[in-house]
Nanobody
């Protein structure tokens, strides 16, 4: 059972930046698509960014140009750099792993492992 340990997050003003980190308990380089989701109260968890084993990335339209997903395979660590934060970016952010290496869906039910979440609050 893979564990995903998250860090980062916090409270920032609009226009600021944050970096979220997620350390996997095992190597994900060749076997998992990795992604970031966010959730706000009363809404479903939505995928915002994913990265495949070959480094290909996908972003939700609402975050393109502001969010950057990356990973350090040597450290089994996934990152999400968030720039030019907007109040609408507030929520709980989760890292996740999808077995098989291909990021074929942002439907959360299909993802296999999850971090515990970290809160991001953006004030205007």
């Amino acid at each position: 059972q893979m564990r995903l340990t998250q860090s980062g997050g916090g409270s920032v003003q609009a226009g600021g930046s944050l970096r979220l980190s997620c350390v996997a308990s095992e190597n994900t380089d060749y076997t998992y698509c990795m992604g970031w989701f966010r959730q706000t109260p009363g809404k479903e968890r939505e995928g915002v960014a994913s990265i495949e084993t070959d480094g290909s990335t996908t972003y939700a339209e609402s975050v393109k140009g502001r969010f950057t997903i990356s990973k350090d395979n040597a450290q089994n660590t996934l990152y999400l750099q968030i720039d030019n934060l907007e109040p609408e970016d507030s929520g709980t952010y989760y890292c996740a792993a999808l077995g098989g290496g291909y990021c074929y869906t942002f439907t959360s039910a299909y993802w296999d492992f999850w971090g515990r979440g970290t809160q991001v609050t953006v004030s205007s």
